[in-house]
């Protein structure tokens, strides 16, 4: 049997048996349009510091279906969970990532500017992310500028199997990045897992381009104003799904949900499901 038959049958039998399905069967008043995953971008950042415990335990408690992260390498070879391949950004100190060892990055202060109260927030292992959310919600695993850190893929595919979740039939998982050359790399270690292209480039969808893509990936992931009707469409024919980013605004999510995609990446999982 093939990946993606594999793929879609555990998601058409996870969709049919569902709670989620199931309560939406029951109320089908409360929302008809809960019909794509929602997709917790480096977890409810909307309302918590992106890629930190607070952010995916706020997306857990939203009923988000998966969240979304962003995994680096340390200098000592630790694999770390943060989007900038520097620290500035959204913590106290300065460096880049992959010249900073781990001891170092895991001091510093993630959380304060988003607000006080999440003062001291680290940043996470992507190691204690898989123990901590594994069977609570899905996880879109991000290698963020895999370039920089050689052999990261086998990092990340060993990490998946020690915890037995390289197949189909374990917690969700699926692996995206814009370097596509990674994600051919994580197809062959993985080759049960969900692999994901990610493209804010218009060339990236002409029909070769989306063919080429679909020898090795299993979600088309574009910013959302490259989205169009005919490119779901075109998506769809090739057994692909696509996942569209970055969702900020009810208005957004609106236009995703009538393009009818499978999944929105969003800071505001609320904008996505209607029970929130």
Request: hydrophobic letters at 40%; aromatic letters at 8%.
């Amino acid at each position: 049997m093939s990946k993606k038959l594999l793929i879609g049958t555990g998601v058409a039998l996870s969709l049919l048996f569902s709670p989620i399905t199931q309560t939406l069967a029951a109320e089908p008043g409360t929302g008809e349009r809960k019909q794509v995953d929602n997709i917790a971008h480096r977890g409810a950042t909307g309302y918590a510091p992106e890629n930190t415990i607070a952010a995916f335990d706020l997306a857990v408690d939203m009923k988000a279906d998966f969240i979304e992260i962003d995994v680096q390498r340390s200098q000592d070879g630790e694999l770390v969970v943060i989007h900038d391949t520097t620290v500035d950004r959204t913590t106290d100190g300065t460096g880049k990532v992959g010249d900073l060892p781990f001891d170092y990055l895991r001091s510093l202060d993630a959380g304060s500017w988003k607000g006080e109260q999440f003062t001291g927030e680290q940043i996470p292992t992507f190691e204690e992310v898989l123990d901590r959310y594994r069977g609570k919600v899905g996880i879109l695993i991000e290698l963020k500028a895999p370039e920089l850190y050689p052999g990261i893929e086998k990092q990340v595919a060993d990490a998946l199997k020690e915890r037995n979740l390289g197949k189909p039939q374990n917690e969700k998982i699926i692996i995206q990045s814009f370097n596509f050359e990674s994600m051919k790399t994580m197809n062959q270690l993985l080759p049960k897992i969900p692999i994901g292209v990610l493209t804010s480039n218009p060339a990236d969808t002409t029909a070769e381009a989306l063919k080429d893509f679909s020898a090795y990936a299993d979600w088309f992931n574009p910013s959302y104003g490259i989205v169009t009707e005919e490119l779901v469409n075109q998506v769809h024919s090739l057994d692909m799904q696509i996942g569209s980013w970055t969702v900020r605004s009810q208005e957004a999510a609106d236009f995703l949900f009538e393009m009818k995609v499978d999944a929105i990446i969003t800071d505001y999982p609320d904008y996505v499901d209607p029970r929130n």
